[in-house]
Each structure stands twice: as C-alpha cells, then as structure tokens.
C-alpha cells in the first residue's frame, strides 16, 4: 500500500463520513475547554491541518477570526464555502510570518506529515510570545494496533502515519521555545468497541491519571517570550 500526504484529498467527498464521530465529539469538546480556559476573542486562530473546519468553527463561536489550513486541494476549496480565507499549505512549511499568530490548533494532523516534529516547529514558529497551541496527536505507544488492523484487513488507510510518543511531542515543543501549560489523554479503549463507549467516556473525564496510556495524547503550550 502507498502511503501518501496527500491521501485526505483522495477522499475529501467522504471526509465526515470517514471519522469516528465519538473521537472527534472527545477531541472538540476538549478544545472547547482549553479554549474556554484560555480565552480567544479578537484573536487570530490558525488550524492546521483543517479538514472541514470543525475546530475553525469552535474557534469563531469563542470570538476568534479562524483560518483553515490543509494540504488537500478539495478539501480547501469546500472549506472556503465557510472560511474564505482558508489556505492551501502544509503543516511543516506554513505560509505565515515568525510570531504573527495568537493562536493554532492542530488535531490529529502531525502524524500524517513526513515530520511531525518539524510540524511542532512550525506551529510554534507562527505563534506570537505568549502565544498558545493546542494539539491533539495519537500516542505511539498504540501504533502497533494499527499494524495489526492493515494484516488482518480490517482497516485501509493510505495517509502517512509517523506517531510520536509522548516524550518525542513534549521534546519537541519544548526544543521550539514552548511551555506546556496542559496535557490531556483521550480513549483508554478503541473507541471502535461501541459498547465500551461509556466506559471510555468515564476514563476520558476521571481516569486522566491514565492517560500515558490512552490513544490520543491532547497538549496545551505557551510561547515563550523571547529573550
């Protein structure tokens, strides 16, 4: 199977339909409440690697001015119908100026570059000193289930996968001239296995002392200032 970058533009007309609903609610609504936490309005918000703009949405219902971004070609040209100033770009190569930016979220996206930690380095490039990302990633220490799916032909996916573990994100934020402000963990579980759905969502809210062990791995990070 070829892996390759730009596998979501292959499948843009099926985009919603290829997400697990459930993940993506967990992931949204964890936005939701850093971004709460944080505060956005008047602010600038990058989303990197957009899809169809879900975390753009949550950003201008909190009173930021969003701008998508994604590398597939449909998949921008269908968030322009909501975001027109939605761009065409990679996440390790964005197309913005050094510490022009308040705000970038960016979920499960790095693992799908050639790089994620130069994708890290990008995203904290943009931002302004005190500037704050919010990222959500898969944990490496599930890669291998993925491996097990692909053999057993339960799961085809074309995309680039390069997962980082936890350690390899905090290192790279770090190195990039951020301090992590918060970290979370998402699904303890497959979020596959539909009767364990609230046993996961329990996890999700009280078992985050779990959550080195949990699929998603969620970070808040603040830019320094500099020097």
Request: aromatic share 8%; proline share 6%; glycine share 6%.
């Amino acid at each position: 199977m070829r892996k390759t970058e730009l596998y979501f533009d292959s499948i843009s007309d099926e985009f919603l339909s290829r997400m697990n609903a459930f993940d993506v609610e967990s992931r949204l609504a964890w936005f939701d409440r850093e971004l709460s936490a944080h505060g956005a309005r008047g602010a600038t918000l990058v989303d990197v690697g957009a899809g169809l703009g879900q975390f753009s949405l949550v950003g201008q219902r909190h009173g930021a001015r969003a701008v998508p971004v994604d590398i597939a070609p449909r998949l921008v040209q269908r968030l322009r119908a909501s975001f027109p100033s939605a761009m065409l770009a990679s996440a390790t190569a964005l197309p913005f100026d050094t510490a022009s930016i308040d705000l970038v979220v960016s979920s499960e996206c790095i693992e799908h570059t050639t790089d994620p930690a130069q994708a890290i380095r990008e995203m904290m490039r943009i931002l302004k000193p005190d500037g704050c990302l919010f990222l959500t990633t898969p944990n490496l220490v599930w890669r291998w289930s993925i491996g097990v799916a692909e053999l057993l032909r339960l799961r085809q996916f074309e995309g680039l996968e390069n997962w980082l573990s936890r350690g390899a994100v905090r290192r790279a934020i770090i190195a990039s001239g951020g301090d992590i402000t918060a970290t979370a963990g998402l699904h303890l579980l497959p979020f596959q296995l539909t009767p364990l759905l609230p046993v996961i969502r329990a996890i999700n809210q009280h078992g985050q002392w779990l959550q080195p062990l949990m699929i998603n791995q969620c970070w808040v990070a603040r830019k320094r200032p500099a020097p």
